[in-house]
């Protein structure tokens, strides 16, 4: 079975995030940065790189790395950052990114597709809640958005600490963004 026919299965399943890796169900997840987590990886700050020069060529740069390593996997997790207050405005993130993440996803064919917003309050759920994926994740604990407010925006399955969530988050951190930063981002990459 793969990872993609399991979540369509009906199983009891669990989306661990732990510092060894990220499992679902019995299947590793791949992590794969999206362009923004990218670039904050490498200590850019994307937003000012874009207002300084007119053109996109870093941004399609780091798009083409995201699409690299996402391409690469069997089942991918995609952090998708950036789709929050503390690093974009909403038009920041819907003019220069949104587009971005959703050529990058709609380009992965048939593997297994999780996408974890990354982030606490404020993340911009509305905003990529209809991104192509099998899995819509996210740390309802610290973003305190519930499995109903993602449910009134998107169908299909979800991942997170809120029980009524198709697929339950575990995690040993009690913040999923901290354990990211813990990571340093280091195994996305």
């Known amino acids: 079975m793969t990872g993609k026919e399991l979540v369509t ?9 732990k510092r060894s890796g ?3 169900g019995g299947f590793d997840l791949t992590p794969v940065l999206n362009p923004f ?18 053109d996109t060529v870093l941004l ?17 997790l995609y952090l998708l950052h950036g789709a929050n207050a503390a690093n974009t405005s909403p038009m920041q993130y ?10 990058i996803l709609s ?17 911009y759920i509305d905003f990529v809640s209809d991104l192509p994926g099998d899995v819509f994740a996210w ?18 399955t979800q991942a997170s600490a809120d029980p009524n969530s198709e697929i339950l988050l575990e995690s040993d951190e ?15 990459v």
């Open 9 to 17: 299965s009906g199983a009891n399943l669990t989306l661990s995030a």
């Open 22 to 24: 990220w499992k679902l």
């Open 37 to 54: 987590g990218l670039a904050m990886l490498r200590g850019l700050d994307l937003n000012q790189v874009l207002r300084d020069t007119p």
């Open 60 to 76: 399609d740069e780091l798009v083409a790395e995201t699409k690299g390593v996402a391409e690469g996997a069997e089942n991918v």
């Open 94 to 103: 819907g003019g220069y990114y949104l587009e971005r993440d959703r050529e």
């Open 107 to 123: 380009g992965l064919g048939d593997r297994l597709i999780v996408i974890f917003v990354v982030g606490d309050e404020d993340v």
């Open 139 to 156: 740390d309802s604990r610290t973003t305190g958005v519930t499995s109903a407010q993602v449910r009134e925006m998107r169908e299909g």
């Open 174 to 188: 009690p913040s999923i963004a901290r354990l990211l930063e813990m990571e340093n981002l280091g195994t996305a």
